[in-house]
């Protein structure tokens, strides 16, 4: 069953269309990749899905009981984000927010649930340090388990792996596809590595020049991937 549906859907910013026409959708357990050229629209695409920017026109419709506030987001960071002075299970807990409401207060279910997450990242050593003490790579690790106490079923993640080194991208891309195999959990993925979508995604959306939707098979048959990497663009 569809969580996202996007139909017809123009979008861009400051009167500026830079997507138009675009619909696809995204089933539960799905892995989508989102690749294309710089400046195509792929992080305003995702903002829009977000509710973060309204669409110039078209749809976007949730469905199988998704609520935005069970969509877990791992942005790129800032510098100042990088240097944000909190324990790791601060941020961690903070994954929460979004479903707090009025509440003051994390509830045992929650601080389980994020002790949980922590395990899963391989970060339970690090539950005490400042956030801003760890490497790129265990920050990651921190906002990915971050990211999990806001969903069990949809994880957007904008360019996952940027400015880590090989053994460290190998490492997020296992735990990542890891996270949708066994736990079904949903993954729509922002990647300007076309090698590791065309090795871990079961569906590619490329936009740009050219748009395609579908899955990875029928990308690769479509032949734009080849232009693509050819081209230097990925």
Not at 15 to 43: A, T
Not at 88 to 109: N, Q
Request: glycine letters at 12%; hydrophobic letters at 35%.
């Amino acid at each position: 069953m569809a969580l996202i549906t996007c139909r017809d859907l123009c979008l861009g910013y400051d009167g500026r269309e830079i997507l138009h026409d675009l619909s696809f959708e995204v089933n539960s357990g799905d892995y989508l990749c989102i690749v294309g050229e710089n400046g195509s629209g792929k992080s305003t695409l995702m903002r829009t899905i977000l509710g973060l920017q309204h669409p110039l026109s078209g749809q976007i419709l949730t469905g199988d009981g998704l609520r935005r506030t069970e969509i877990g987001y791992l942005p790129q960071q800032t510098p100042v984000q990088k240097d944000f002075p909190a324990s790791i299970w601060e941020v961690v807990l903070s994954g929460f927010e979004g479903g707090c409401g009025l509440r003051p207060f994390y509830t045992r279910a929650e601080k389980q649930r994020a002790a949980e997450n922590i395990c899963a990242m391989g970060i339970e050593a690090l539950t005490g340090r400042c956030y801003r003490e760890l490497s790129g790579g265990q920050q990651q690790r921190v906002l990915l388990a971050r990211a999990l106490c806001a969903t069990n079923k949809l994880l957007f993640l904008d360019e996952p792996i940027s400015g880590l080194d090989p053994k460290v991208t190998a490492e997020m891309y296992e735990l990542i596809e890891k996270l949708n195999r066994e736990r079904g959990i949903t993954v729509i993925m922002i990647s300007h590595d076309i090698g590791a979508a065309l090795r871990y995604a079961s569906h590619i959306l490329h936009i740009g020049d050219r748009v395609f939707f579908g899955t990875k098979a029928a990308y690769l048959e479509s032949g734009i991937s080849v232009s693509f990497t050819e081209g230097g663009k990925g």
